[in-house]
């Protein structure tokens, strides 16, 4: 799978954009509404937690309490009615218009509104199922546009067979293809097993996080053994919050990532991930911009790593960071292996790469030698850290800029750093603490590079 162009447009003229853009005479309109249920979908968490008080409460509820459970029951009843009502509202003054080339969306009630999004702009699509859109049968269908995910559609909710064939029609007309087109068929790459998912998950609580746990016994000990039980107390409830915090975070990473599978499809990479709540993520070709291979300390007797990427459209915005994961947890050499394909069918073992110079071991002694740089005619490799492992690639055609930076100490040790930007995410390529006159020379070929591979696009 090749990196192909940033859109189907191309560098045609804009005013042969538009008019590519604008619907057909005699084109159909698909006019749709969200699902009736979708006030229950929305309101799900709240809705679940105003069930639990209210029942809670009519247990609790005896003898002179009885008023007080009425009113506590009714104050309750009357928000989620409330907030299936405001659903109901939504759903009534919201619809859906998909005609050629655009999707426009209608809604509000006292103000109307009208967005419309060309469908050639669009950089990803993703079909996405929280628990409670999955009780009923619902899915959302959340589209991506240039620029930014704030900027994205959520089509909340549509029944989830619906919401599929949506999927797959509007990734076929961001292609250009107009046409009503059954979801493509998938080539399985990778899927994640369970346990290896599980272990690698409960790895990455070993280290400082297990000590920290620790704290809360010894000052338990100490408290009991001196007679000071409000130390006992605090170390007690320290051990109780860090545990519940550390089994918080396990289950919500295995919660994510359960039965992860990465599939090749004409459409891009096709990702599916989740247990209770689930994801089904498209990235098409040519939108991962920069991709890194990290192996946590912990993970380096097994041989495991991580693979992570920069996506044109998904950025900081993206709290959890799931999006940003092409694979979780998988062999080393198969991460190395499977990246090389996705960019293009690159050995980056065979990537020529270079190390600062031995004085570097002045401002960063032990770490110099792991600070690994170098590139050939289609790629920008990094290697770095000597505990954690990081490999960071970046294919020519998708740096975005060059800088060379210097701190006070660099500039003493006759150092500098070259820092090649991407889109916003997780990979941050530098070649660190080279020699100055060597980093503006890598910086130079770089920009040579760079403006080579987009040329050639073009032109292929």
């Not at 409330?82 to 969306?105: A, D, K, N, P």
Request: aromatic residues 6%; positive net charge; hydrophobic residues 45%.
């Amino acid at each position: 799978m090749p990196p192909g162009s940033d859109s189907p447009a191309g560098d045609r003229p804009a005013g042969d954009r538009l008019a590519a853009d604008r619907p057909e005479p005699g084109q159909p309109e698909e006019v749709f509404r969200l699902h009736p249920l979708t006030p229950i979908a929305l309101g799900g968490k709240i809705l679940g937690v105003l069930v639990l008080v209210t029942l809670l409460g009519l247990v609790d509820g005896t003898g002179s309490g009885k008023t007080a459970v009425i009113w506590r029951t009714a104050i309750f009843g009357g928000v989620a009615v409330l907030l299936v009502l405001r659903g109901v509202i939504v759903v009534f003054v919201t619809s859906y218009h998909l005609l050629g080339g655009e999707l426009r969306i209608d809604s509000g009630l006292l103000q109307k509104q009208s967005k419309r999004v060309r469908l050639n702009r669009v950089q990803s699509v993703d079909v996405l199922e929280p628990l409670s859109a999955r009780i009923f049968g619902l899915a959302e269908v959340k589209v991506t546009t240039a620029g930014s995910q704030r900027a994205s559609i959520r089509l909340r909710f549509l029944a989830a067979p619906v919401a599929h064939q949506l999927r797959a029609d509007l990734l076929a007309r961001s292609s250009g293809t107009t046409d009503q087109a059954p979801e493509a068929p998938e080539r399985p790459l990778l899927r994640v097993p369970h346990q290896q998912l599980v272990r690698a998950q409960l790895l990455q609580l070993v280290s400082w996080r297990l000590l920290l746990l620790a704290i809360g016994p010894v000052l338990a000990v100490v408290g009991n053994n001196n007679g000071h039980n409000g130390t006992a107390i605090v170390g007690v409830s320290l051990f109780i919050s860090l545990g519940l915090a550390l089994l918080l975070t396990l289950w919500r990473q295995i919660n994510t990532f359960w039965d992860f599978t990465v599939g090749d499809t004409v459409d891009g990479l096709r990702i599916r991930h989740g247990l209770l709540s689930t994801s089904r993520q498209t990235v098409p070709p040519g939108r991962i911009q920069a991709v890194l291979i990290h192996q946590p300390l912990s993970w380096r007797p097994f041989g495991w790593a991580q693979v992570r990427m920069n996506v044109a459209g998904y950025g900081r915005s993206d709290s959890s960071g799931h999006q940003t994961v092409l694979i979780p947890v998988a062999d080393k050499d198969y991460a190395e292996a499977f990246v090389g394909w996705l960019l293009g069918g690159v050995d980056l073992a065979h990537v020529p790469l270079t190390r600062p110079p031995r004085r570097a071991a002045l401002r960063v002694p032990g770490w110099w030698r792991y600070e690994l740089a170098g590139a050939n005619d289609r790629l920008f490799v990094a290697r770095h850290g000597m505990l954690s492992r990081t490999i960071d690639v970046v294919p020519h055609e998708r740096t975005q800029s060059l800088r060379l930076t210097a701190g006070p100490w660099q500039r003493a040790l006759g150092l500098a750093t070259v820092r090649l930007d991407s889109t916003r995410g997780p990979v941050k390529t530098r070649a660190a603490h080279r020699d100055a006159t060597e980093a503006r020379e890598m910086l130079d070929r770089q920009i040579d590079r760079a403006r080579a591979a987009r040329q050639a696009r073009q032109v292929g």
